[in-house]
């Protein structure tokens, strides 16, 4: 993991992911530009070398928002320029799954980042959702997108319009995090996430977080030509002979 330098972010990188640990602890990791910057320069690494992405927050925190007194200052001209909602859907676009490994406060812009994820694991203490209406601003980061196709609006429209904040075991119930672990367990447990993520082909794990979430016009167009370039691929002729091999033997 790179030292401590003042870096909002810290990047743990192994062969087949990478560790993002949000890293504003005076600040329960609130995102700020600076960390926006960072985000962006890992997302180019990401998208020149594909590998899974497991992001997390340090000191029990996920993420408690967006940096207030930035938001605080920032005009039309800013709004316009979709700071954190560019970064964000950067993230969602990354070629190889996006693993999301909550602790604490994830809320505002920390929910958002989280809904941009392919995959969301959670603590108990857990705490999310977007209170952005008492500040004065909508959830403009993808939340009024995003949080209707993961969780249905009657739930959505209860987090962003009345400001309700799920605890672990509400949003483990609703489906918005799939797993619930020990804070010590967290992040073993999106480790052993990414390790079945891996064990898969890498090439087809990408053809399939494309096509799943391709536009509905581009169906089944987009499975056949995804599929036609991966029946040419010496990995699915490996895979698939390996199999009837081992049935085979037994």
């Given at each position: 993991?790179?030292?401590?330098?003042?870096r909002t972010?810290?990047?743990?990188?192994l062969?087949?992911?990478?560790?993002?640990t949000?890293?504003?602890?005076?600040?329960?990791?609130a995102?700020d530009?600076?960390?926006v910057d960072?985000?962006?320069?890992?997302?180019?690494e990401l998208e020149?070398?594909?590998?899974i992405?497991?992001i997390?927050?340090?000191?029990?925190?996920?993420?408690?928002?967006?940096?207030?007194?930035?938001?605080r200052?920032?005009?039309?001209?800013?709004?316009h320029?979709?700071i954190?909602?560019?970064i964000?859907?950067?993230v969602?676009?990354l070629?190889?799954p996006?693993?999301?490994a909550?602790d604490?406060?994830?809320?505002?812009g920390?929910?958002?980042l989280?809904?941009?994820?392919?995959f969301?694991i959670?603590?108990p203490?857990?705490?999310?959702?977007?209170?952005?209406?008492g500040l004065?601003i909508?959830?403009?980061a993808g939340?009024?997108?995003?949080?209707?196709?993961?969780v249905?609006e009657?739930?959505a429209?209860?987090?962003?319009?009345a400001?309700r904040?799920?605890?672990g075991?509400?949003?483990?119930?609703?489906r918005?995090?799939?797993?619930?672990?020990?804070p010590a367990?967290?992040?073993?447990?999106?480790?052993?996430?990414?390790d079945?993520?891996?064990?898969?082909?890498?090439l087809?794990?990408?053809y399939?977080?494309?096509?799943?979430?391709?536009?509905?016009?581009e169906?089944p167009a987009?499975?056949r030509?995804?599929?036609?370039?991966l029946?040419?691929?010496?990995?699915?002729?490996r895979?698939?002979?390996?199999?009837?091999?081992?049935?085979?033997r037994?």
């Amino acid at each position: 993991m790179t030292a401590n330098d003042g870096r909002t972010l810290l990047v743990e990188e192994l062969p087949d992911r990478v560790v993002a640990t949000l890293n504003r602890p005076d600040a329960r990791n609130a995102i700020d530009e600076r960390m926006v910057d960072e985000l962006h320069a890992l997302c180019a690494e990401l998208e020149r070398a594909p590998r899974i992405l497991i992001i997390t927050g340090a000191d029990g925190v996920f993420a408690s928002g967006a940096d207030i007194a930035e938001l605080r200052e920032r005009r039309a001209a800013d709004a316009h320029r979709g700071i954190n909602a560019a970064i964000f859907s950067r993230v969602a676009a990354l070629p190889m799954p996006v693993i999301a490994a909550l602790d604490g406060y994830a809320l505002g812009g920390g929910a958002e980042l989280a809904y941009a994820a392919d995959f969301r694991i959670a603590t108990p203490r857990l705490r999310i959702g977007n209170p952005e209406t008492g500040l004065g601003i909508i959830a403009a980061a993808g939340a009024l997108w995003r949080l209707p196709e993961l969780v249905g609006e009657p739930l959505a429209v209860e987090i962003v319009l009345a400001g309700r904040i799920l605890t672990g075991e509400e949003a483990l119930e609703a489906r918005l995090v799939t797993e619930l672990h020990d804070p010590a367990d967290l992040l073993p447990a999106a480790h052993a996430l990414a390790d079945r993520i891996a064990a898969n082909d890498p090439l087809a794990t990408q053809y399939t977080k494309a096509v799943l979430h391709a536009r509905r016009a581009e169906h089944p167009a987009a499975e056949r030509e995804a599929q036609a370039v991966l029946f040419e691929s010496p990995e699915k002729q490996r895979r698939m002979t390996d199999f009837l091999e081992k049935r085979r033997r037994r």
